[in-house]
């Protein structure tokens, strides 16, 4: 029985322009719309499966605002059992204080009896990019991390996951309990189904506050990329534009 | 002192750790002190003592031993501390690349230290303030570096690798050795299938990306972009939807979960152009957009465009470089 804890990061489902706010501090927020990082939802379905082979159990947890429960709700409907909420403003909390946060989770459910052999997180978040969250947890926690690994499965006690590199495809066998970070690709996170709805929508969140200061993330503001001037020269219009696009070819020296 | 985490493919030093140099040299010339660079497990170090002198290196470290013939991030971030310890480094440079988050990552645990990912630019040093990539690149942050060792990721073509401005003689090359806890060594690569040819590593590396999205309309949808692909001697590259809907596999996405590509032409049908795949693709030197949407952020962001539907355009270059091919 593999009881596996996901963390989630509810993020901005940015997709055409992005705005800031006056502040220069986050998104300007009013017309964007959050999902769960994409990395995360291929954790969560990771987490479902392993859970379901073995009869253990998946947790699913975030830090964030009251409307992240939006998010932990997505990841009950696909088979989650359980979800954390540690309420908060994301933008206060930097990687290190995010990390610890979710050490002090794992260690106050072990005193309580529940125990996560296998942590899922994403490998960097859509939003800030740290690409550090799952390190410094495991660090907390003094488990063995493996980061941007697409596929794990569970047996005596070891997770065997899998990853690409330059090299090739990568096999780690890491002794449980362990920290993992996933990468998008592995796997094909399902959809909710009518009945996992329901029940996500029955299935009590615990809500916990931080359990110290954060430092923060070191942020002085947001700007955007300077505007590149482009002025963008079309060659035709439909099939009538082949001859110009292989004259540009060859002009290139692409096409032989 | 800027110590910097040098990653080898066949002896030599990737572009992206010449790049990584390059940032680190201008860096220094700031801040005083020398540049070096360390490399873990690499078997034949002598020549990139010569490669990474001509780009400013002063001193390679080499750390070798039985826990790093094979990768994990735990291990070598011991190897990259034991260097930085040795030299006092104040600042560890590594490249955006998934190893060199890994093991800067775990730098920062070790020294309970702020880590700053993909980073484009250093602003003021007193405190160092950095601007780096977030949102996949759609968006910059500027961030407050406390503490030290300063730890910094630097982002693919934030700046281009240039050698040093005078000859400089080969690094000195230093050999060294360290234990690693267990911890570490139990999370190492225990094997590694080699990757197919035409995997992703191609298509980082490809001179022509031919690209499909939405537009294909279906699985059946890509045989022009594939057949254009092939006649070009490139490499397929799609936009996250097509892998969402299980049209072509995943390692052709690119994107901010995908590949970061960066031919010489990048040619993108049927992709509107959202930041997710715009954070893959734009490093492309020239962008030859084909949509039906004159107005798509694809078109107007590329060099040239086609306004027309892919599956009538494309089979007609095809049929054009055919027909001069005969």
């Known amino acids: 029985m593999t009881n596996v804890l996901a963390c989630i990061k509810r993020v901005p489902d940015t997709a055409g322009e992005v705005l800031l706010s006056a502040d220069g501090q986050g998104l300007d927020a009013r017309f964007v719309g959050f999902t769960i990082s994409a990395h995360e939802s291929c954790a969560v379905e990771l987490a479902v499966r392993i859970a379901a082979a073995d009869g253990g159990s998946a947790t699913v947890l975030t830090l964030g605002p009251a409307d992240a429960v939006e998010q932990l709700r997505t990841a009950l409907g696909v088979g989650c059992s359980a979800a954390v909420l540690i309420e908060a403003d994301p933008a206060a909390f930097g990687p290190a204080d995010v990390a610890r946060e979710i050490a002090a989770v794992v260690a106050a459910h072990a005193e309580g009896g529940r125990t996560y052999d296998l942590i899922l997180l994403g490998n960097d978040a859509a939003d800030t990019g740290d690409f550090q969250v799952g390190i410094r947890l495991a660090h907390e926690l003094g488990r063995p991390v493996v980061n941007g690994i697409r596929t794990v499965e569970v047996a005596a006690a070891t997770a065997v996951a899998r990853g690409d590199s330059l090299d090739g495809e990568e096999t780690y066998r890491v002794p449980l309990p362990a920290v993992l970070t996933v990468l998008e690709g592995g796997v094909e996170p399902r959809y909710p189904s009518i009945t996992g709805r329901m029940k996500a929508k029955k299935t009590p969140v615990e809500v916990l506050a931080p359990t110290r200061e954060p430092r923060g993330s070191g942020r002085v503001r947001l700007t955007l990329p300077p505007a590149q001037p482009n002025t963008v020269e079309v060659l035709g219009e439909g099939p009538d534009a082949a001859a110009a696009v292989v004259a540009l070819l060859h002009r290139m020296g692409v096409a032989r | ?326």
Not at chain 2, 143 to 158: D, E
Not at chain 2, 171 to 190: F, G, M, N
Not at chain 2, 269 to 291: D, E, M, Y
């Open chain 2, 1 to 326: 002192m800027i110590l910097v985490v040098v990653e080898t493919a066949a002896g030599s030093a990737t572009e992206v750790s010449l790049e990584s140099v390059t940032f680190a040299r201008a860096l220094a010339e700031r801040t005083s002190g020398p540049v070096h660079a360390v490399v873990v497990g690499d078997e034949r170090p002598e020549d990139l003592a010569d490669q990474l002198g001509r780009y400013g290196v002063a001193a390679v470290h080499h750390v070798t031993g039985d826990p790093f013939t094979a990768y994990g991030g735990g291990t070598w971030a011991t190897a990259v501390a034991a260097v930085r310890e040795a030299i006092d480094a104040d600042v560890v440079l590594a490249p955006g690349t998934p190893r060199g988050m890994e093991v800067l990552a775990h730098l920062g645990a070790r020294y309970d230290v702020p880590m700053a990912a993909n980073v484009v630019a250093v602003g003021d040093t007193g405190p160092l303030v950095v601007t780096r990539q977030v949102l996949g690149g759609a968006v910059l942050e500027e961030m407050s570096m406390a503490g030290r060792p300063v730890l910094l990721t630097v982002a693919g073509h934030a700046v281009e690798a240039a050698q040093a401005p005078d000859p400089a003689p080969p690094a000195a090359l230093r050999e060294l050795s360290t234990d690693v806890a267990e911890i570490d060594l139990v999370a190492r690569v225990t094997a590694t299938e080699p990757a197919e040819p035409d995997r992703s590593g191609a298509l980082a590396s490809a001179r022509v990306v031919v690209g499909a999205g939405r537009g294909a309309g279906g699985p059946e949808g890509f045989d022009g972009v594939v057949e254009l692909a092939e006649l070009l001697d490139g490499a397929v590259g799609v936009s996250r939807v097509v892998t969402s809907l299980g049209w072509r596999p995943h390692h052709e996405q690119v994107g901010q979960t995908g590949s970061r590509i960066s031919p010489e032409l990048y040619i993108p049908c049927g992709i509107s152009g959202a930041i997710q795949h715009w954070a893959g693709c734009a490093s492309s030197k020239t962008i030859l957009a084909i949509n039906t949407d004159e107005n798509a952020p694809m078109v107007t962001k590329a060099t040239y465009a086609v306004i027309g539907d892919m599956a009538e355009v494309v089979p007609a270059i095809n049929a054009e470089i055919r027909r001069l091919q005969s």
